[in-house]
């Protein structure tokens, strides 16, 4: 099957489950999701199902509904400064690179993220920052960021990340309340919290000072 047909099949999958940015459908319409999965999935439905698949190092590309879902919920547009938190296989940093943001993302694993610069530049995608370090923390070079995705469940919002987000800023954060995992989108309101989630979610852990590893108490997504 030619890319043409795959893709107008996925984005007329998306349409249906509510996915309705014409400049969302039009980012992941161009990158070829192929280039960012293992491969032994690169040419089989998997590729473009339902499910997040293994991109090694414990870590998992998300499907193409959540990556179009939380890409949605967070409005980017040109002059937003993106921040991302789990760069992973890449795909979604080169999905929100083509909605003409300044994205800047992070990776604990460098090997994960020496792949994906890779794989990124390979495809002449020139807007994106790599770095490789804890993401828990943020990064507070470059704060703050007019949008933050965070691509891996968390206990709680990591409050470096909620200081490093801009005043009226959104962020998307899967964050696990009672064994379930939801997908929060957080806004920066008056410098308090405006949460809401959005759908079920299933992401690896986010490990680090503000993650997994510490569970340290801060402020609760109350939905």
Same mark, same amino acid.
């Given at each position: 099957?030619?890319?043409?047909? @795959?893709?107008?099949?996925?984005?007329?999958?998306?349409?249906?489950?509510?996915?309705?940015?014409?400049?969302?459908?039009?980012? &992941?319409?161009?990158?070829?999701?192929? /280039?960012?999965?293992?491969?032994?999935?690169?040419? /089989?439905?998997?590729?473009?199902?339902?499910?997040?698949?293994?991109?090694?190092?414990?870590?998992?590309?998300?499907?193409?509904?959540?990556?179009?879902?939380?890409?949605?919920?967070?409005?980017?547009?040109?002059?937003?400064?993106?921040?991302?938190?789990?760069?992973?296989?890449?795909?979604?940093?080169?999905?929100?690179?083509?909605?003409?943001?300044?994205?800047?993302?992070?990776?604990?694993?460098?090997?994960?993220?020496? %792949?994906?610069?890779?794989?990124?530049?390979?495809?002449?995608?020139?807007?994106? +920052?790599? +770095?490789?370090?804890?993401?828990?923390?943020?990064?507070?070079?470059?704060?703050?960021?007019?949008? &933050?995705?965070?691509?891996?469940?968390?206990?709680? @919002?990591?409050?470096?990340?909620?200081?490093?987000?801009?005043?009226?800023?959104?962020?998307?954060?899967?964050?696990?309340?009672?064994?379930?995992?939801? +997908?929060?989108?957080?806004?920066?309101?008056?410098?308090?919290?405006?949460?809401?989630?959005?759908?079920?979610?299933?992401?690896?852990?986010? &490990?680090?000072?503000?993650?997994?590893?510490?569970?340290?108490?801060? %402020?609760?997504?109350?939905?």
């Amino acid at each position: 099957m030619n890319a043409k047909i @795959i893709n107008g099949k996925i984005i007329n999958g998306l349409s249906s489950k509510g996915i309705d940015s014409s400049a969302v459908l039009g980012a &992941i319409a161009k990158i070829p999701r192929e /280039s960012f999965v293992a491969p032994p999935f690169r040419h /089989s439905d998997m590729c473009y199902g339902e499910s997040p698949l293994p991109i090694g190092h414990n870590q998992t590309i998300s499907s193409i509904y959540t990556v179009a879902l939380m890409t949605q919920a967070l409005s980017v547009d040109k002059s937003h400064k993106v921040l991302e938190i789990g760069t992973g296989s890449g795909y979604q940093a080169a999905v929100l690179s083509l909605l003409g943001a300044s994205v800047f993302t992070v990776e604990r694993i460098r090997d994960l993220s020496m %792949q994906a610069r890779t794989v990124i530049e390979s495809l002449n995608l020139h807007n994106i +920052i790599f +770095i490789v370090g804890d993401g828990s923390i943020g990064y507070g070079e470059y704060a703050p960021y007019d949008r &933050i995705m965070i691509t891996a469940c968390s206990p709680d @919002i990591p409050a470096p990340l909620f200081a490093q987000l801009a005043e009226g800023g959104i962020m998307v954060v899967p964050i696990e309340q009672n064994g379930t995992q939801s +997908i929060c989108v957080i806004e920066k309101k008056n410098g308090a919290i405006v949460a809401k989630n959005i759908a079920p979610a299933n992401f690896v852990k986010l &490990i680090g000072k503000n993650g997994y590893e510490a569970q340290k108490s801060s %402020q609760r997504c109350g939905f």
